[in-house]
């Protein structure tokens, strides 16, 4: 008799079915209470009900929770992390479907009766049969569910590991979950003396150009900051132009330099990151006056590989002080040509200095006041925040302007790369080998995932130096935002993502295929477990 209840493909989809009615976008209510659905599930295997202690809600924040559960051997060491993230983004572009956006057996076949108007690929995605469509289904849910599958096995058939399954919220946003579960994986690890082995993610996996339909695994996942300014220049009235200068006069420059630029794009191991992108560039003046605008702020993206913030400031920095120069000079020439005096020079200025100097001027008091009254701004998220502190400084150093000031801005996912790990190619040699002759599905190795995941919260690599510049420059470092570098740190062995194949992650027409959530991607993944004990008991 089968004595597992998530063992078979069709056990898996109505489990993850289940689990994408838990309705969970990221900072609703449906994501507060996804955990513990999660737990009651997994408090049904008996290993659970025998082992109590070992499947616990740990606080992230603002009332969330993130669930670890810990399948143990008695006499294992090797543990392997199995991650997810249970947050979804929203589903406003369902339109009269939206209703459905978590009922996946509904909504395929609702939209298999209306094909007028989807996109080609899509249509014929339904009509083979072989997707199931709803939000979560790819992004990520399938992940947790074949991760509950894969726990319950273990339990069973008592496999001579451990497996920590670990499921977070925030994924989405802020990653606030993986955040604070970072410490906590350390806590379990002493308290149980484990030994982690590998951090395997179950993320889908993202084509890497349209139409792409090959089979990915990661040996790593890229990384994303965001290099930010505030540009102050000097107020004047519209009927007095050179009087001043302008915030979007002196923001044109930089954000001109920023967009699309090469010296921020990587190439590693035949991989290249997308451009750096402005995702905001906006006035801090709130209504419209004949008063000229001297304050706004800019955010680019910026992708990364090999690169830490530190190096990010320092090209950021560099790119900053040429557009202050291009700047300067053509200002100074209608100056001339106006027969007016300048107000004076842009300069360029990272936030610590800034801030260094606002303390040399106030007292760090003052300077701790101004900034909780920021932070009382609930209705501010952390980059809204970083940028109105920078400005409340600012305000109060106008000696300083006209200037650009450098920071960063929430959040940032540090790069991660295991692909010369040894074990990391053993695994990826299995699924590869496996894969072909099991499935005949070809399997190709990315060493950089890139849509984004948690994976870049472990086995971080740094001399200490790139997280400095970027404590050190994130106003909301310490209280609204921090990254566990220090524990990140400790937490070191090897990335791995493998997940099932999906299209269209955070669009109407989001789905799972079947085949390989079900069976291929499963099957795989239990199967490179029990070679990594084969290869544990050899050595
Ligand atoms: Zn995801």
């Not at 089979?215 to 790593?220: C, I, L, R």
Request: negative net charge.
């Amino acid at each position: 008799m089968n004595q597992l209840s998530w063992g078979t493909p069709e056990a898996l989809r109505k489990l993850l079915c289940e689990v994408v009615s838990w309705r969970s976008m990221t900072l609703t209510e449906g994501e507060l209470n996804f955990p513990s659905k999660v737990e009651e599930k997994l408090q049904g295997l008996d290993y659970f009900q025998d082992n109590p202690t070992q499947l616990l809600l740990h606080d992230a924040d603002q009332g969330r929770r993130f669930l670890t559960a810990l399948y143990k051997h008695p006499a294992a060491k090797e543990t392997i992390v199995l991650i997810s993230h249970f947050d979804t983004v929203n589903t406003e572009e369902y339109g009269d479907l939206e209703a459905f956006a978590y009922q996946p057996e509904e909504l395929t076949n609702m939209l298999l009766e209306r094909l007028v108007g989807l996109p080609e690929d899509v249509v014929q995605d339904l009509k083979s049969g072989e997707y199931l469509f709803g939000r979560g289904t790819m992004d990520m849910k399938m992940g947790l569910v074949m991760h509950m599958g894969l726990i319950e096995k273990a339990t069973v058939e008592q496999w001579p590991i451990n497996l920590l399954l670990l499921t977070v919220p925030d994924e989405e946003v802020n990653s606030a979950g993986m955040r604070a579960a970072v410490p906590k994986l350390l806590e379990l690890k002493e308290k149980y003396d484990l030994t982690y082995k590998l951090f395997l993610n179950g993320e889908p996996v993202f084509s890497q150009e349209p139409g792409d339909e090959n089979y990915y695994v990661y040996s790593g996942s890229i990384g994303k900051i965001m290099p930010s300014a505030l540009f102050y220049g000097k107020e004047t009235h519209v009927g007095e132009p050179l009087s001043g200068i302008t915030a979007p006069y002196i923001a044109s420059f930089l954000t001109q330099r920023m967009e699309w630029n090469l010296s921020l794009q990587e190439t590693v191991m035949g991989e290249t990151t997308p451009l750096p992108v402005t995702l905001q560039q906006k006035d801090l003046k709130l209504e419209y006056s004949v008063q000229t605008p001297y304050r706004s702020s800019a955010l680019y993206n910026v992708f990364l590989m090999e690169r830490n913030a530190e190096e990010i400031m320092d090209i950021f920095e560099k790119v900053a002080v040429n557009a202050a120069r291009a700047c300067n000079k053509a200002y100074i020439e209608v100056c001339k040509e106006q027969s007016v005096d300048p107000v004076g020079e842009v300069r360029v200025l990272r936030y610590e200095a800034l801030l260094k100097h606002a303390i040399n001027k106030f007292g760090t008091d003052f300077i701790e006041a101004i900034k909780a009254a920021i932070h009382a701004n609930s209705e501010w998220d952390d980059r809204e925040k970083s940028i109105r502190i920078t400005d409340a400084l600012m305000i109060r150093c106008q000696e300083l302007a006209p200037a650009m000031v450098l920071l960063f801005a929430p959040p940032y996912y540090p790069a991660v790369n295991s692909s010369n790990d040894e074990i990391i190619s053993q695994c990826v040699k299995y699924v590869k080998e496996r894969g072909l002759a099991k499935f005949e599905l070809p399997v190709q190795q990315v060493h950089y995932f890139n849509g984004i995941s948690d994976l870049s919260y472990v086995n971080y690599q740094d001399d200490g130096e790139g997280w400095t510049a970027f404590k050190s420059n994130t106003p909301v470092w310490g209280t609204s935002y921090s990254i566990p570098f220090d524990a990140m740190k400790e937490l070191q062995a090897p990335v791995l993502n493998v997940g099932p194949l999906g299209k269209d992650a955070h669009k109407r027409t989001e789905r799972l295929h079947m085949k390989s959530a079900f069976e291929e991607v499963p099957a795989l993944v239990e199967g490179m477990i029990k070679m990594m004990i084969n290869v544990e008991r050899k050595n």
